[in-house]
């Protein structure tokens, strides 16, 4: 017995539908109005932090991952990003640039969480050693005149900053502009 093509093809049409769709008739109920994120028991809320903060979260990261091998306990800084960087320094999140013995990591910390993401990608060699630069914090309050000048004061309340290589790009943040100013990162002086 032969089927007619034209018998056929609604008949599949009405099954791939029934399929598709047999999934999508059961929808969540919306939630309740006002309802909220909540946080764990003793989760930290968030709040912007210091570098010297989010550097004692790297470093606690680093000392609590399991994963990592022992063989590389210590790990090289020669990157840093703070994003939404106020004049007292704290940012609503830092991205670390690090490498060890093994691998280069790329680690997003924030105050109350911390994200560690293996890159395959080359970071710069040069290590970055804090104590021998200025502080994002007094980088932003010794320059926010010129800062303020430069983006406007609707587009400074936070800026972002980039250190590589021994110099700091600040951005502002949060906005479509592309118009980078640079710092000298040992002496705090515009380039």
């Known amino acids: 017995m032969k089927i007619p093509l034209g018998a056929v093809i609604p008949l599949v049409a009405v099954l791939v539908l029934v399929v598709m769709t047999g999934g999508c008739s059961e929808q969540l109920p919306p939630a309740p109005p006002g309802n909220t994120v909540s946080l764990s028991d003793g989760q930290e809320p968030f709040r912007p932090i210091t570098l010297d903060e989010g550097?004692?979260?790297l470093e606690a990261l680093f000392t609590s991952e399991t994963d990592l091998p022992s063989a590389?306990?210590?790990?090289?800084?020669?990157?840093?990003?703070?994003?939404?960087?106020?004049?007292?320094?704290k940012a609503e999140q830092w991205i670390f640039g690090v490498t060890t013995t093994c691998q280069n990591y790329f680690v997003q910390v924030e105050s109350n969480r911390?994200?560690?993401?293996?890159?395959?990608?080359?970071?710069?060699?040069?290590?970055?050693d804090l104590s021998a630069l200025v502080?994002?914090?007094?980088?932003?309050?010794?320059?926010?005149?010129s800062i303020e000048e430069e983006f406007g004061p609707e587009d400074t309340s936070l800026v972002d900053l980039e250190l590589s290589e021994g110099i700091y790009a600040v951005?502002?943040?949060?906005?479509?502009m592309y118009r980078i100013?640079?710092?000298?990162?040992?002496?705090?002086?515009?380039?």
Do not use: C
Request: net charge neutral.
């Open 171 to 176: 951005t502002p943040w949060r906005v479509e």
């Open 55 to 57: 550097i004692q979260n």
């Open 72 to 89: 590389r306990p210590r790990f090289s800084l020669v990157y840093l990003q703070g994003r939404g960087v106020s004049t007292e320094g």
């Open 181 to 191: 100013l640079y710092f000298d990162a040992v002496t705090g002086k515009r380039i």
């Open 135 to 145: 502080q994002p914090g007094d980088l932003l309050a010794r320059n926010w005149d």
């Open 114 to 128: 911390q994200v560690l993401v293996p890159w395959q990608g080359e970071l710069p060699e040069k290590e970055i």
